[in-house]
């Protein structure tokens, strides 16, 4: 049977990762799949997973009083859906809503902390590596919030 | 093609050659069509007030549009580029030049002056990848090499179009990106800043759709429209996927008054955008838009 461990290597948030630690995150990877408005997770809920998607599309979204849901970001093949598990008190900060049928490689967060205890090596690597993540959100969010089409861009008559 | 940086080439600067036509006199042009494209971008398609005359330009170029009673304000090409009987100009109506030209009816008069500027260099592309990336109203400016490219899409390799808008009802050109999306032989992504329930496209920053598309980078010609900001992050991701500055170009915005380098209003370091630019190599201008002085 094929094991999820060389898809696992290849993916842009592992690649270059040394083998021994491919096989400990495989050990808390699963295959998963979502219909289209399905929510992988709720704000507020336990933060114990993330997700890389390997098809489809999933928007993070808040809820406004008043204005509803919004979206803030949506993320793609590839990306990182949920970093909240690292961080204390590990709570999801968004709605991660499947807008599409979307498939993705889960990975049980409770579990791979409980290996950071043991082997501080890996957790640092994958530290660095959702550093990365957050800082390109943090700087997209930061580009969204400075309104660049806004009606100062252009005023030059 | 290889990765060998790429050489501007001059543009072409009738309106600025001393046997040319005096480019401080407007032409009279008319009114043929006033389209609104979202809540406040319109499309002013326009003939020569003469008629039956052509009108030549290439993508990225600009005209200064004068509003009788209001003034002028420079205005890139949004039209396809060559010799055509209409030229076509989309403008976002945010001051008292745009807002009066976003008035006029068809048959209505206003002058015009140019073309100006320094184009994209739609044929120094040829033979590789071709990305462009466009926010907001940069767009319009653009359009005119999309254009250019997919009438002559066998000279190039993939073509990737990313577009960034600040919310659904600001997509401009809706019905022609939906065009551009059915053909097999561009990568059309297009997301917005903020969205509510009712949209089911991408949201998040143009520069999000950088990591999308496919290119190679050492062959890729990049070409970035939008605000300043936009173009800064964007140039550094595709510096990230591995495309030099030398094969991006941006199109740069100042206060443009005379469209010749005459007046100085548009100085930017060495340059006058309304001359040198508006399209520059970005290895070229790298180094002064750093600099907050200028």
Request: aromatic share 8%; glycine share 12%; with cysteine.
């Amino acid at each position: 049977m094929q094991t999820l461990e060389p898809i696992i290597a290849e993916l842009p948030l592992f690649k270059g990762m040394k083998p021994a630690h491919i096989q400990l995150i495989t050990g808390c990877a699963a295959n998963v799949r979502f219909e289209a408005g399905e929510y992988l997770g709720r704000e507020g809920q336990p933060a114990d997973k993330f997700w890389v998607l390997r098809q489809g599309r999933v928007a993070l979204e808040i809820h406004a009083p008043g204005r509803g849901l919004l979206t803030i970001q949506t993320i793609g093949e590839d990306d990182v859906a949920g970093w909240s598990w690292l961080v204390a008190p590990h709570q999801l900060r968004f709605d991660i809503h499947a807008v599409t049928a979307t498939r993705a490689l889960m990975f049980d967060g409770k579990c791979l902390r409980g290996k950071f205890a043991t082997d501080h090596e890996l957790g640092y690597e994958l530290m660095q590596r959702f550093s990365h993540v957050m800082l390109r959100r943090l700087e997209a969010m930061s580009l969204q919030l400075l309104d660049l089409y806004g009606d100062h861009y252009g005023e030059h008559d | 093609m290889t990765d060998q940086p790429l050489t501007q080439t001059d543009a072409p600067r009738e309106a600025g050659r001393a046997d040319g036509p005096d480019p401080m006199r407007p032409a009279l042009f008319r009114v043929v069509r006033n389209r609104p494209e979202t809540h406040d971008t319109f499309t002013l398609t326009l003939e020569p007030e003469a008629g039956g005359g052509t009108y030549a330009f290439q993508a990225g170029q600009f005209n200064m549009l004068y509003a009788p009673g209001a003034g002028e304000a420079a205005i890139s090409m949004s039209g396809c580029a060559g010799t055509v009987t209409e030229v076509v100009h989309t403008i976002r109506a945010v001051g008292r030049v745009t807002k009066t030209l976003q008035r006029l009816k068809r048959g209505d008069a206003l002058g015009l002056r140019g073309p100006f500027g320094a184009p994209w260099p739609v044929a120094l592309a040829e033979g590789g990848d071709v990305v462009l990336i466009a926010g907001g109203i940069g767009l319009a400016p653009l359009r005119p090499a999309l254009c250019h490219i997919l009438d002559h899409r066998e000279r190039f390799g993939r073509v990737s179009l990313l577009f960034g808008a600040r919310s659904p009802r600001d997509i401009l050109f809706a019905r022609e990106i939906e065009t551009w999306r059915g053909r097999f032989d561009v990568d059309v992504e297009v997301t917005v800043d903020r969205a509510g329930p009712g949209w089911h496209g991408l949201v998040g920053v143009v520069t999000t759709l950088i990591p999308r598309v496919q290119f190679d980078p050492a062959s890729t010609a990049a070409f970035v429209c939008g605000p300043e900001i936009m173009m800064h992050f964007a140039v550094r991701d595709l510096e990230r996927r591995g495309v030099p500055h030398p094969r991006v170009w941006i199109s740069m915005e100042r206060s443009m008054k005379c469209g010749v380098g005459f007046c100085g209003h548009c100085q930017f370091g060495p340059f006058f955008v309304c001359k040198d630019g508006p399209v520059f190599r970005y290895d070229r201008v790298a180094a002064l838009l750093g600099t907050r002085e200028v």
